[in-house]
């Protein structure tokens, strides 16, 4: 298994998947497809990119890299921009908080967690099973009008 790749268990009634998070060590566990607390904490602890990867390739909502809290400006977290304005990531929709902000593209993301140590391996197969249930955190569905799947390939 690679560097922040995951580990499923699989039973007749649910997928627990084991998300290493940024620390050594560290790792949530969260039902595949089901956006609780369990996995708002794995997918802002380690796999924001992953997760805004999977939802970009879904609605083709732009990706900003964020370096909230960082002493030498390096990228800290990545977050969708909705179409009215707000931004998204696991714990859902919040208003933008200003800082430093750069607009990525699919490849940037995916290098993020391929080319950095400070960064897990992306998983955007991991992600995709909590696409459909961050939208609806947001009060969104794949069918909204708003969305328009990326045609962005990496």
Not at 35 to 46: K, L, P
Not at 118 to 133: C, G, I, K, R
Request: glycine share 10%; proline share 6%; aromatic share 4%.
């Amino acid at each position: 298994m690679g560097k922040g790749q995951t580990q499923c268990d699989q039973s007749p009634m649910n997928i627990q998947v084991a998300i290493p998070g940024s620390r050594p060590g560290e790792i949530f566990y969260a039902n595949a497809g089901i956006m609780d607390s369990d996995a708002q904490s794995a997918f802002s602890h380690g796999h924001c990119h992953s997760l805004a990867l999977a939802v970009h390739r879904k609605t083709g909502w732009p990706m900003l890299g964020l370096s909230r809290h960082s002493r030498n400006g390096d990228l800290t977290h990545v977050v969708l921009e909705m179409p009215d304005g707000r931004w998204l990531d696991s714990r859902g929709p919040s208003q933008p908080d200003g800082g430093d902000v750069v607009e990525m593209d699919a490849r940037q993301v995916i290098s993020l967690g391929d080319h950095s140590k400070d960064w897990l391996s992306t998983d955007e197969q991991l992600a995709e099973s909590f696409v459909e249930p961050l939208l609806e955190l947001a009060g969104m569905s794949l069918t909204d009008h708003e969305i328009q799947p990326s045609q962005a390939t990496a």
